[in-house]
């Protein structure tokens, strides 16, 4: 099956702590992108990734930080300087071009406890 | 700076009736404009892409219109069913960057 897998599904963090978030695509898709939603917010970009072994901030990078290693893995970790952390997260690929539409994976929900 | 706008933010109908939902965007310079479906706490599902040269897209029940020059986009759906019951989020796709809009929440009653 292709497609993109995000895990864990649900992940609790405790106050300072890092916690990374899986992302992993077999579509042979050249970029990768990830995004945060809030209740009542449109998704926020937040780091995306068209090449490996190169990525560019999006709108709301600080207290994130991602590596792309690999072409199907592009892994989001969520550091103690992000302030407000609790938030869905969803992991999306493309092959690159502006015009290619978005495959998101299922997302994982993230709450500090 | 590019804002989404979709109005409203949720819609209850009866099972059967056409229903149509709007986005509409601020900057008219896209590439494209994507419609995407998305269940309770599961990711997005997309449903139609329009490229910023097309008018309009069709899948099925779901027609999709695009008009730049007024920063609309409708999303049409036909002889509305219980399983359409979904947040729709509209995306706009300008150079290196994209912005959702906040979604509208349908519910169709049986």
């Known amino acids: 099956d292709g497609g993109i897998t995000q895990s864990p599904k649900y992940l609790f963090r405790k106050e300072g702590q890092n916690v990374t978030l899986s992302c992993e695509q077999n579509?042979?898709?050249?970029?990768m992108y990830w995004y945060r939603q809030d209740p009542g917010q449109g998704l926020r970009l937040i780091y995306y990734?068209?090449?490996?072994?190169?990525?560019q901030k999006g709108d709301i990078a600080e207290g994130y930080s991602v590596s792309r290693e690999k072409k199907e893995s592009f892994p989001l970790t969520v550091t103690s300087a992000q302030k407000n952390p609790t938030a869905f997260y969803l992991c999306?690929?493309?092959?690159?071009?502006?015009?290619?539409?978005?495959?998101f994976g299922p997302g994982t929900r993230l709450t500090v406890l | 700076k590019q804002e989404v706008t979709q109005i409203p933010a949720a819609l209850s109908v009866p099972e059967g009736e056409n229903l149509v939902l709007n986005c509409s965007f601020t900057?008219?310079?896209?590439?494209?404009l994507q419609w995407f479906r998305q269940d309770p706490g599961k990711g997005l599902t997309s449903l139609l892409l329009?490229?910023?040269?097309?008018r309009e897209q069709t899948s099925g029940r779901l027609n999709a219109s695009l008009d730049k020059s007024s920063g609309r986009s409708t999303l049409y759906i036909a002889a509305s069913q219980p399983g359409d019951s979904a947040t729709y989020l509209c995306?706009?796709?300008?150079?290196?960057?994209?912005?959702f809009g906040t979604g509208t929440k349908l519910q169709v009653i049986p």
């Open positions: 999306a690929s493309n092959k690159g071009d502006s015009t290619d539409t978005q495959y």
């Open positions: 579509l042979n898709h050249d970029a």
């Open positions: 990734s068209q090449i490996v072994n190169d990525f």
């Open positions: 900057d008219s310079a896209i590439y494209n």
């Open positions: 329009i490229q910023s040269s097309q």
């Open positions: 995306a706009v796709w300008g150079y290196q960057k994209v912005t």
